[in-house]
């Protein structure tokens, strides 16, 4: 008992509903060096989490950086009555068990899919008013813990309520949010159910200006899309020994989805070759039936540039439009409506086409994103900061030496 150690903040950490202070979190340590016991009164609960540095070199996680989670219950009760099986014949206790397993994974899939992060550790100057905003909430919240006075718990909740404002209008902002949008719209309409959304990098062939290695896109794609449950990337196009029309682009990945789907009767040891197709869905695994249908995200201008001589073929629009159909997010400047309504080709295929009005217009670019970069100008809440770190790291987009 000797070796061991006792530290503690030196507040409390609960207080009663009376008012009173009446829990302190105690750390009980052997061999490791303490050097920082700290309550942070950040997080939303009234029982305040301790937090601790173990040895300076060990980083871990800050515990006063919240994590806001939003979920949206309807999408999540059509999710999970689409991934749980109705029909259940269970005969043996090993088939109960995979049934359990099987219910249990549907849920947390269906939670996943339906529920959103927002990370509020980006939370700094940028945002005017913000910094003063999470003082002024903290403050009151103190009160609130010591007084439990009805008219401090009210101005808590507003102040949260503002707070989550901001960084959710910060979020809209993110080029992440056009995919998520585009699934909102699908499953408004009850047209059909989005299970994944895939992002595929173009091949360095592709020789667009200011296009950097596929190693840099991948990676920087990689960081931006860590804390999404349902967006992945896909390499494939990338690893090509060239440049891929559209049309195969998505063939490629609609084959591939559909051989998943077949195997799925299949024993484990014939499914295991697809494990490393990292792009496939979680949730394609728990489907029983059901055709899964790949389809062309875009904004309105790569739609008008079906116009554009050369660019594209008719046979290519003809498949990608009539065989797996377009989903169009508008952009200012563009009349994708009007662009339909003037091609007969797109016309004959309308009911594929699904047009998705941003309401909150945003003009962010990644001409704009680069050239803020070039600059050394903020580009805070419009990249995944880690993906401005990598930026940085790697001297990416002229900002070596800034
Ligand atoms: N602000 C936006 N609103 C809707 N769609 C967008 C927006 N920005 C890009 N897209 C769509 O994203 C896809 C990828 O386009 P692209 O890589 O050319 O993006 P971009 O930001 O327009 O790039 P650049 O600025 O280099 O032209 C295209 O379908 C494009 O229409
Ligand atoms: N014929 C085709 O299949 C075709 C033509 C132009 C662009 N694209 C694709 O559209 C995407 C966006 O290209 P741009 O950035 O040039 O608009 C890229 O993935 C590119 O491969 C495909």
Redesign the pocket.
Known sequence: MSELEISAPQCSTHYSPAGNSDVLDIVVHKNIRVSDVIVSDILDSDHLPIAFHILDHVKIRNLSEPIEKFTDWERFQSLASELISPKLEIKSWIEADKAARDFAASIASAYRLSTSKVTLSDINNDLPGLDRLIKYKQRLRKCWQETRDAACKTAVNWVTKSIRRMTRKRELERWETKIEIARDHLHRLHYCNVIGGIV????DA?G?KELLSATHRCEMLRQALKNSSWIRLSDW?CHQEG???????LQYHQNQLNSILNSNNESPNKRQRCDDLLWIPDDLKFRSGGPVQIKLL?GA??LE?FATPG???DE?IDTIVGQHGLVVITREGNNPNKFIYESDLLTKYQSNINIVTEWITNEVSSTKIRRALRRSESVKYLLEESVIDYIHKHGLYSTKDK
């Open positions: 595929s990098p173009v091949h592709y667009k196009e440049w891929t029309r559209t049309r195969l682009v875009c201008d790569l540039s660019l594209w073929t290519d």
